[in-house]
């Protein structure tokens, strides 16, 4: 890595080199249509139009685009129940989104996995997870099928920072390490596993440092920075193609609302949560748009424009949507499978 993009600390900064035009705009909008998707879900949850739980990622949109841009078609993403961004970003139809989210058939998931369970593998998702940690060790299976087919692809692996505190998550970087799998495991540090922070509930609150256990490369990196993202997981990635194995990154990130919708907040305070969205890491990408000339104030109101657009698109399908058959209810339980050969 281009030693000016490590600060002191070893976090990992912006860099100074320019990224292109079309990279600056698709980072602008992925996350204006994650902000405003969520947005919305927010809004129809109290509406009691979606059930169950639901975990917004407002505020973290930079951790899901900057990786996007520094991967590639065939990688693998898998991560927790805060899960509606990731496919967004992936290029998974809101309308999609939207609809599994309403518990319809025409959902990602067919309706089945709602808020905390989408799926797409169509473009490369395998899953959001409802058991805490749990995604963690599956990720390393993904890893382990991409090397033993030699596909060149890898996985990256999303968590938040209460998963750490799992077995299975030293377990797999364990494994992982030995076996050098192609892995990135990201850690989205928003500083509360639901409403217990870091400091309460960890004797290391650099959770980057759990990795050197494992002498796994590990570092932090700015979450609220969608460059310095781009460039540590593209760091990783290299290392992972490269057959190196895998790399711990810490996302320092916040989410602008509670961990759920059924949150009320009542262990942070409104100064806190103000100084975090100051750092909005959308308003960040704006900035820099304006100010190196590549879109104006009109180009980027219709891009916010189009997206508004499309969420509300992404409403009308979802309420015309059916819903799920009853018979669904036995399809995708079980595979039958001639073993060791598995059928689809």
């Not at 596993?193 to 650099?206: E, F, K, L, P």
């Amino acid at each position: 890595m281009d030693q000016s993009l490590v600060l002191e600390n070893g976090a990992v900064a912006a860099a100074e080199t320019e990224f292109s035009k079309e990279t600056y705009l698709f980072w602008y909008e992925s996350m204006v249509l994650m902000r405003k998707f969520e947005e919305k879900a927010g809004q129809l949850y109290g509406q009691q139009k979606i059930r169950g739980f639901c975990h917004l990622y407002i505020g973290q949109e930079a951790c899901a685009a900057g990786a996007v841009t520094a991967l590639r078609k065939g990688d693998k993403w898998i991560t927790a129940y805060r899960d509606h961004a990731h496919p967004l970003a992936l290029g998974t139809s809101p309308n999609a989104v939207m609809a599994e989210l309403y518990g319809k058939a025409t959902g990602c998931s067919k309706g089945k996995g709602g808020s905390m369970h989408m799926f797409d593998k169509n473009v490369g998702f395998m899953g959001g997870h409802g058991i805490v940690g749990a995604q963690v060790p599956l990720g390393a299976g993904i890893g382990f099928a991409e090397k033993y087919n030699k596909t060149g692809n890898l996985c990256i692996c999303h968590m938040g920072d209460g998963a750490v505190r799992q077995g299975a998550f030293h377990e797999a970087l364990n494994m992982a390490m030995t076996w050098k799998l192609p892995v990135i495991f990201v850690i989205e540090n928003n500083g509360y596993a639901m409403g217990t922070s870091v400091a309460r509930s960890s004797n290391v609150t650099d959770l980057y440092t759990l990795g050197e256990a494992y002498d796994m490369p590990s570092m932090p990196v700015d979450g609220m920075d969608v460059e310095a993202i781009h460039h540590a997981v593209a760091k990783a990635a290299d290392r992972a193609r490269a057959g190196e194995g895998p790399t711990l990154l810490e996302f320092r990130t916040y989410r602008f609302r509670g961990h759920s919708m059924s949150d009320p907040q009542k262990y942070r305070t409104k100064e806190e949560v103000e100084s975090y969205k100051a750092q909005d890491p959308i308003e960040q990408v704006r900035q820099a748009i304006l100010a190196k000339g590549l879109a104006t104030e009109d180009d980027l109101a219709a891009i916010d424009a189009k997206i508004k657009a499309q969420v509300e698109e992404s409403v009308k399908f979802a309420e015309e949507s059916p819903w799920p058959d009853p018979s669904e209810i036995y399809r995708d339980v079980y595979v039958e499978s001639d073993y060791p050969f598995i059928k689809e």
